[in-house]
Nanobody, 129 residues
């Protein structure tokens, strides 16, 4: 059974930091690109950051560039999202998702949410001003 278990969300004040984790099982993790998405009620789910399966290439949405860092540990089947200098507009439910990219990996995977077969359950991040 494929599982992506997200954790690490919580409530912080603006300027604070959080690290989210996405632990995977049930598929060959190192062959899949992983993306963090976030969603606010009433808005579309948006791609925040993604990391490739092969060389660890990463992409970030402009809104989080310089503040968020994505990384993966294939030995632990886990992807992390380190978030710093958090802003109230970062408040959302954060989801991780996995996709097999057939070797074709680029920033477009931040926008291709409908092509991801595997999703985590989401974790709430709340940033207060």
């Amino acid at each position: 059974e494929v599982q992506l278990v997200t954790s690490g969300g919580g409530s912080v004040q603006a300027g604070g930091s959080l690290t989210l984790s996405c632990a995977a099982s049930g598929f060959t993790f190192e062959n899949y690109a992983i993306t963090w998405f976030r969603q606010v009620p009433g808005k579309e789910r948006e791609g925040v950051s993604c990391i490739s399966s092969s060389d660890g290439s990463t992409y970030y949405a402009d809104s989080v560039k310089g503040r968020f860092t994505i990384s993966r540990d294939n030995a632990k089947n886990t992807v992390y999202l380190q978030m710093s200098s958090l802003k109230p507009e970062d408040t959302a439910v954060y989801y991780c998702a996995a996709v097999y990219t057939w070797g074709r990996y680029d920033s477009s995977w931040l926008r291709r949410k409908h092509e991801y077969p595997y999703w985590g359950q989401g974790t709430q991040v709340t940033v207060s001003s």
